[in-house]
């Protein structure tokens, strides 16, 4: 008897989601779907083909192209060992170095340069806070193949077409460039000198990135850092002419696009496989998660990866994120498109002739939603009206015994007039079109 009883209470406990990893909800969907809908026209625009890679990927595809130094490889990642056949396995934290993977391993530069996108969910273990979860989404660009400065400017444009279409606010862009490997050595020496004699100043962070990877104590959010930030050594002054050509010609191409910028020294990216441009779009609408976006060039990735060497550039923004600073920005759609006709009916022999009539409207193209009662019994005609209403539909068609005693419906106008007329049964969807054009005219 115990024993039942313990099953009783165990089956009757909630389980949660896990922390961090939210359900995406009805209320939600049509904001997502618009920003979804915009996403898709925008690459369109600039003539980017899609892209799907597996949301598991080897372990090493992250070490490689992400670095093993960075806080996504030695805290963040979701990493595990595959019980089958003992391989590391881990949750993409990020879509570029998978996208990398899928172009080498498809051989996708053979025929020249490509332009792709990307979208979809990514894992990061990490405090969950406003507009930043443990499972987040991810849309990015990745152009492959192209090594000027002209495709830099190029995804920059990309980026504020996007912001503009979304009616986002406040956003402001920030480059910076990062020169090249041996540029970056002549800097890190530089930059490790001038820390290791300001040691006492350095946070826990910081001096365990002293020795691993310094670039990234200048992107420390630590307050108390920030005026010795400030007097490190800065990376521009390490480039040499070629790196400054190139950073100077894409400032000139956003000039001449009207892209307002702000160069940032200080910027350097939190991935090891960034050189030359790199760039962030910031806001200060959402409190300390002031980046919504960035990217850059990554150049040396595709050899690093085992690919045979070819420039690329590309960014990323968190969906979530970009949803936030929409709300804020009061861009986002009011509510949820409604369908065009709701049926109602009385079960039986009407039920049925409704489900035809549902069905037709639907293989011409019209959303229509037939009343389902949830228990199973017929309703009163006056409690589903109020489910139509609440519906959104344009139209109610409605099948009472009445009516189908004579082969008929009633079409009802829902939004304007309120007036009602009645139908032959066979010629309700003549009806229902000529209304619907009516009423968009």
């Known amino acids: 008897m115990t024993e039942d009883k313990n099953k009783k209470t165990e089956k009757a406990q909630k389980i949660n989601g896990v922390r961090g990893m939210n359900d995406l909800l009805p209320a939600d969907a049509a904001q997502w779907a618009h920003l979804e809908h915009v996403l898709r026209d925008l690459t369109r625009a600039y003539g980017y083909e899609f892209l799907r890679t597996p949301i598991v990927e080897a372990t090493a595809v992250f070490q490689r192209g992400i670095g093993e130094v960075t806080d996504i490889v030695e805290k963040e990642m979701y990493s595990f060992e595959d019980r089958l056949n003992g391989e590391q396995l881990t949750l993409r934290p990020e879509g570029t170095a998978a996208i990398v993977r899928s172009v080498i391993e498809n051989n996708l530069l053979y025929e020249g340069p490509k332009r792709l996108w990307y979208t979809g969910p990514m894992f990061r273990h990490e405090r969950p806070q406003r507009g930043r979860y443990r499972q987040f989404h991810q849309f990015g660009v990745e152009a492959m193949g192209f090594a000027g400065p002209d495709v830099d400017a190029e995804i920059i444009l990309m980026g504020q077409r996007l912001w503009d279409e979304l009616g986002l606010k406040g956003v402001r862009l920030e480059i910076n460039s990062l020169g090249q490997a041996d540029e970056r050595a002549l800097h890190r020496a530089a930059l490790v000198k001038y820390f290791e004699q300001n040691a006492v100043q350095l946070d826990d962070d910081s001096q365990r990135r002293l020795l691993t990877n310094p670039l990234r104590i200048l992107d420390s959010k630590n307050p108390v850092m920030q005026a010795l930030?400030?007097?490190?050594?800065?990376?521009?002054?390490?480039?040499?002419?070629?790196?400054?050509?190139?950073?100077?010609?894409?400032?000139?191409?956003?000039?001449?696009?009207n892209i307002p910028c702000k160069i940032n020294p200080r910027l350097v990216r939190g991935l090891d496989y960034y050189n030359l441009t790199v760039f962030e779009w910031v806001t200060d609408e959402l409190g300390a998660q002031g980046t919504i976006a960035g990217g850059g060039r990554y150049d040396p990735l595709i050899e690093r990866m085992g690919g045979k060497a070819a420039p690329a550039c590309g960014w990323a923004m968190g969906m979530e994120r970009v949803l936030e600073l929409m709300k804020v920005s009061g861009s986002l759609p009011d509510t949820v498109p409604g369908c065009d006709i709701f049926v109602l009916h009385q079960g039986g022999e009407t039920l049925i002739a409704a489900m035809i009539i549902a069905e037709r409207l639907r293989s011409a193209g019209i959303d229509t939603i037939l009343f389902c009662p949830p228990d199973g019994q017929s309703a009163s005609f006056k409690s589903q009206m109020k489910k139509a209403d609440a519906s959104g539909a344009s139209y109610a068609v409605i099948i009472g015994p009445d009516e189908l005693a004579k082969n008929e419906a009633q079409l009802k106008d829902l939004r304007s007039s309120g007036d009602q007329q009645a139908v032959a049964l066979d010629q309700v969807l003549e009806a229902v079109i000529d209304a619907l054009v009516g009423a968009s005219e």
């Open 229 to 257: 930030i400030e007097g490190a050594p800065r990376l521009l002054d390490f480039l040499g002419d070629e790196s400054l050509k190139h950073f100077n010609a894409v400032q000139s191409l956003l000039k001449a696009n």
